[in-house]
């Protein structure tokens, strides 16, 4: 039967992060409206994925609504997340004991890219749909984790912290490499003539016809498609930044140029 859910855990872990987040925002004297409601759209983004109905077709019926959830948890709520910290706030979160060295590019690519292949390994991802707590749990709170990791380096505020500062170039080539894990995974998911995971070939067919296989199948296009939406988004936001800026360069050198 399919139904919304209701864990108390997860309310608790919003209500956690929208308080600490304010704890964070108190004494920042550049916190402003707007990474308040960058929060509130990444804290929505969560209870979307774990206190609907996507929850529960997603752990009882279709890989494919799983594989949505997987999106929602590491590749749309964590931008937002951290489009919700200005640049006193992060330097407060880098406090934390070996934040700063997880969070530099490369560290932060690796670590993402192990999470989204490790999970998805057949015998660990089974493992995860029998173990609702504390493993199915814990998968949640790593994609989440390994999504403020892939996009730490990537954004402005929270990527000026960092040792290594990307160029906009090198960020473009940073989210290209990030693509490669989240495809792999989705080609051997299209492409596969055999169900990956025997769960799914028991559970209850919602749709006449709509087999494991096919079900397999969307699964990886919605991995491969949707979960490079905000990977484009933010690529073209540095694409049109770093454009921006050589125009205004040059026209600075052309005003000068015409001084003379």
Not at 47 to 57: C, G, S, V
Request: proline share 6%; no cysteine; charged share 15%.
């Amino acid at each position: 039967m399919i139904g919304w859910p209701f864990d108390w855990t997860v309310y608790a872990g919003l209500v956690a992060l929208y308080l600490g987040h304010a704890w964070l925002a108190r004494d920042a004297p550049d916190a402003a409206p707007k990474h308040t409601l960058y929060l509130l759209a990444g804290l929505a983004t969560l209870w979307l994925a774990l206190e609907t109905p996507i929850d529960t077709i997603s752990d009882h019926y279709l890989d494919s609504v799983h594989m949505l959830q997987h999106v929602l948890l590491g590749f749309v709520a964590p931008p937002l997340m951290l489009l919700g910290l200005s640049p006193s706030m992060v330097a407060r979160v880098l406090r934390i004991p070996g934040l700063r060295l997880v969070t530099e590019p490369v560290p932060a690519q690796v670590l993402a890219g192990a999470t989204m292949i490790a999970w998805h390994i057949p015998a660990l991802y089974e493992a995860t749909l029998y173990n609702e707590f504390p493993l199915h749990v814990f998968e949640h709170l790593t994609f989440i984790g390994a999504g403020l990791l892939l996009y730490w380096p990537i954004l402005e505020a929270t990527s000026a912290h960092a040792h290594w500062r990307m160029s906009a170039a090198a960020k473009l080539v940073y989210m290209l490499l990030a693509t490669l894990p989240q495809d792999g995974v989705a080609l051997a998911l299209i492409f596969s003539r055999v169900p990956f995971y025997e769960y799914y070939t028991r559970a209850p067919r919602l749709i006449e016809g709509y087999t494991a296989l096919i079900d397999q199948t969307i699964a990886g296009a919605v991995l491969m498609i949707f979960g490079k939406i905000t990977l484009a988004v933010a690529a073209l936001a540095i694409f049109f930044r770093w454009f921006g800026g050589e125009q205004r360069a040059d026209r600075g050198i052309e005003s000068r140029v015409g001084v003379r």
